[in-house]
């Protein structure tokens, strides 16, 4: 049974920083394209960032380049988003996703549809 498990969301205030931890397990992480999204109040799911099996490459949304950054550790099956100057707007669940890539070049993903697995997600609230 694959499980991702979010942690690390919480309270903070505008420009603070947090750093989300997804663990997964049941499935063979190094060969999956992880991603995270997030969905706000009323809002759909968005695209933040995703990062290949091997950790190379990565993508992010615009509106969190600069500030947010994407990685993983495969020998701990654990992808990770490091958040800083947070603003209110960043305030959301936020989901990590995961999609068989297998270890070769793999096109990034940025629709929440195309990923197979989430997690139960854990909420980020940036308060002004």
């Known amino acids: 049974q694959v499980q991702l498990v979010e942690s690390g969301g919480g309270l903070v205030q505008t420009g603070g920083s947090l750093r989300l931890s997804c663990a997964a397990s049941g499935l063979t992480f190094s060969v999956y394209l992880m991603g995270w999204f997030r969905q706000a109040p009323g809002k759909e799911r968005e695209f933040v960032a995703a990062?290949?099996?091997?950790?190379?490459?990565?993508r992010s949304a615009n509106s969190v380049k600069g500030r947010f950054t994407i990685s993983r550790d495969n020998a701990k099956n654990t992808v990770y988003l490091q958040m800083n100057s947070l603003k209110p707007e960043d305030t959301a669940v936020y989901y990590c996703a995961a999609r068989y890539s297998g270890q070769r070049i793999a096109t990034m993903r940025d629709r929440a549809g195309e990923y197979e697995y989430w997690g139960q997600g854990t909420q980020v609230t940036v308060s002004s």
């Open positions: 990062v290949t099996w091997s950790g190379i490459s990565t």
